[in-house]
Nanobody, 119 residues
C-alpha cells in the first residue's frame, strides 16, 4: 500500500512563509511526477506546482515567484517552500504522486494539510 504523508501546514500571517513536506512510503518502484494541489472552500482543486523525476518544474501563475517545489529522490520526498503568503493562499494542500506499482503508474494523493493565511 502506497501512502503519501504531508506535514508543515499551519496558520501564518500574510507575508509569512511555510514549508510543506510530503513523503511517499510503502512498496513501489519508481516515482515519476510529484506535486502539490490545493482546494479552497467552495472552489475546485487546483494545481500549485509539480516536479518530474528529472527535476523540471511547473507552477501555477498565482504562485510563480513565491513558491519553490523541490524533491529529494533518495527520500521519496517532495517539498513546497511558500513565501510572501497571501490570504488567497488559504486552502487544504494535497500532495500528489505518480508512482509505479508493479507494471503501471498510478495516481496517489495525501490526506491534505491545512494552510491558513491571516490578513
Amino acid at each position: 500500500q502506497v501512502q503519501l504523508v504531508e506535514s508543515g501546514g499551519g496558520l501564518v500571517q500574510a507575508g509569512g512563509s511555510l514549508r510543506l513536506s510530503c513523503a511517499a512510503s510503502g512498496r513501489f518502484g519508481s516515482i515519476n511526477s510529484m506535486g502539490w494541489y490545493r482546494q479552497a472552500p467552495g472552489k475546485q482543486r487546483e494545481l500549485v506546482a509539480t516536479i518530474i523525476s528529472g527535476g523540471s518544474t511547473n507552477y501555477a501563475d498565482s504562485v510563480k515567484g513565491r513558491c519553490t517545489i523541490s524533491r529529494e529522490n533518495a527520500k521519496n520526498t517532495v517539498y513546497l517552500q511558500m513565501n510572501s503568503l497571501e490570504p488567497e493562499d488559504t486552502a487544504v494542500y494535497y500532495c500528489y504522486g505518480s508512482i509505479r506499482v508493479a507494471f503501471r503508474f498510478n495516481d496517489y494523493w495525501g490526506q491534505g494539510t491545512q494552510v491558513t493565511v491571516s490578513s
